[in-house]
């Protein structure tokens, strides 16, 4: 496993951006697929975006499609949520998650890695 930190949450108004960051312990970073995944007060936690270890694939939810981004960057052993365009709904407590293995998966049960959250709170 990894231990994973997260930074760069905050308070933005609607269509404002934020670039969520995810430092990874350990040498082998891109032998791990990280995902993005958030949680509103009252609701599940769900799927925002992955990305392969080699950041050749990624994958997001239909929510954030052409507003968030996920690039990584394996000599930092670091991996960032691009946010732009933020609305209302994107409230939510971000956690980032690892999964040993090359390929990302969308459900939060196959990472075993997580990060403590970091909020992001956008007003309308």
């Known amino acids: 496993q990894v231990q994973l930190v997260e930074s760069g949450g905050g308070l933005v108004q609607a269509g404002g951006s934020l670039r969520l960051s995810c430092a990874a312990s350990g040498r082998t970073f891109s032998a791990y697929a990280m995902g993005w995944f958030r949680q509103a007060p009252g609701k599940e936690r769900e799927f925002v975006a992955a990305?392969?270890?080699?950041?050749?694939?990624?994958g997001y939810a239909d929510s954030v499609k052409g507003r968030f981004t996920i690039p990584r960057d394996n000599a930092k052993n670091t991996v960032y949520l691009q946010m732009n365009s933020l609305k209302p709904e994107d409230t939510a407590v971000y956690y980032c998650?690892?999964?040993?293995?090359?390929?990302?998966?969308?459900?939060?049960?196959?990472?075993?890695?997580w990060g403590q959250g970091t909020q992001v709170t956008v007003s309308s």
């Open positions: 990305i392969s270890g080699s950041g050749r694939s990624t």
């Open positions: 998650a690892a999964r040993g293995g090359t390929n990302y998966y969308i459900r939060a049960d196959k990472y075993n890695s």
